[in-house]
C-alpha cells in the first residue's frame, strides 16, 4: 500500500498538499476559537458555538467531497491484476501515451503505462501489474515465469 499511496502522492501532490494546508487551517482556527470561547460563553453562546462547529465542519467535507471527487484513486483499493499481454499500442493522449492490453481469465482490459515498461514487455509475457482503480495507470509491473 505504501508503492499504491507514494505514486498517488507523486501525481497529485499540488492537490492534495493544498486540500491538507486548507484543512489544517481551518482546524486550527476553530481550535483556537473554541478554546477562546468557551471561558466566555455560557449556555446560548456554546450553543451558538456547536453551530460554528458544525458549519466548519461542512466547510471542511465540502473540500473533502471535491479533493475525493477530482482525485477518487484516494479513497479505493489498488487493482491487482494477472493476465497475458495480448498487444501494446500508442494513444493519442499526451498524459498517457503508451497503453497496455491484458486478457485477464474471462475480459480483456486496456492500461496505461510508463514508457520503460512499454518497452520492456513483449505480447506473450504473462504479467502481473498493480494499478490505479480509476485512472487504469500502471504503478507497479512484475513479469512472470512461463510455466
Not at 22 to 30: E, G, P, Q, S, Y
Not at 61 to 70: D, E, P, R, S, W
Not at 119 to 136: F, W
Amino acid at each position: 500500500m505504501l508503492d499504491y499511496y507514494s505514486y498517488l502522492f507523486k501525481i497529485t501532490w499540488p492537490e492534495f498538499v493544498l486540500t491538507s494546508l486548507v484543512i489544517i487551517f481551518i482546524l486550527a482556527r476553530l481550535v483556537a476559537k473554541v478554546i477562546q470561547d468557551l471561558k466566555r460563553y455560557k449556555k446560548w453562546g456554546r450553543l451558538l458555538l456547536i453551530f460554528k462547529i458544525g458549519f466548519w465542519m461542512g466547510i471542511i467535507a465540502a473540500y473533502l467531497l471535491m479533493f475525493g471527487q477530482a482525485n477518487p484513486d484516494w479513497f479505493a483499493h489498488p487493482k491487482e491484476i494477472q493476465g497475458e499481454l495480448i498487444g501494446k499500442s500508442l494513444t493519442h493522449s499526451q498524459e498517457n501515451p503508451y497503453s497496455l492490453q491484458i486478457q485477464e481469465e474471462t475480459h480483456s482490459l486496456s492500461l496505461f503505462v510508463d514508457y520503460r515498461t512499454y518497452k520492456t514487455l513483449e505480447v506473450g509475457d504473462q504479467i502481473s501489474l498493480k494499478a490505479l482503480p480509476n485512472r487504469m495507470e500502471v504503478y507497479q509491473c512484475e513479469v512472470l515465469p512461463n510455466n
